[in-house]
């Protein structure tokens, strides 16, 4: 079995490097695709992003309809089965099968709280694509800015990986901050407090009980 350690960790301390790579290459393009597929790495992101934004510019939906429409779109737009068997880490082989499906899901909805969060300090407009380029094996790395309410930009690294139905996101790295690394810390870090149980994880994640 592959590990998907060394393939995603390595976020938490590169997203600076890669970051200025991509200065340095420029634009992305959209039709930079794996065989088969019409959507590009920047199309996926970009989609995801207004969508999370549209959601934010509605002042009648509620938390827990916005957390709704945009967890639709995390289902789609990220590789969930990947990201929970990375942050789980050893405990992965520790839980059944039920259990590891229920934590993806709960994982999709937290994934999409934590980016109406994060997404909550821009400002409502669409993200700058700044480029792309390939890392790894198969993946993409494309970099991103926004600008933020009080004027000031942040810029956001996403790693994309081909699969037959399209792009899906592993990772996003905000301001050097890698979402899966640090949510494989602060998930295992419970799970050891509560005896590996995953299902306290997953009721946890949905109940709204760990931050993001």
Known sequence: MVSLRPRL???GVTGSLALAALLVLGPAVSA?????????????????ADAT?????????????AVDDVAELVEDAFALGTLARFTL?????????????A?????????????IRRFRDFEPAPLQVLGSRPVGDADV????????RDGSTS???????????GWHIVDIVLDGVSLSVTSRDEFTA???RHDGHVPALTEALSSGGLGG
């Open 190 to 192: 419970f799970l050891g």
């Open 9 to 11: 960790s390595v976020w």
């Open 103 to 115: 934590y993806a899901e709960a994982l999709g909805r937290h994934i999409a709280a934590t980016t």
């Open 155 to 165: 810029r956001l690294l996403w790693r994309l990986r081909p699969a037959d139905e």
């Open 141 to 148: 790395l494309l970099g991103t800015q926004a600008t933020r």
């Open 53 to 65: 934004m549209d959601a934010l510019s509605n002042p009648e939906a509620a938390e827990n309809t």
């Open 89 to 101: 880490g050893d405990y992965w082989q520790q839980t059944t099968a039920d259990h590891r499906s």
């Open 32 to 48: 930079q695709t794996a065989p088969d597929q019409t959507e590009g790495p920047d199309q996926v992101v970009s989609r995801l």
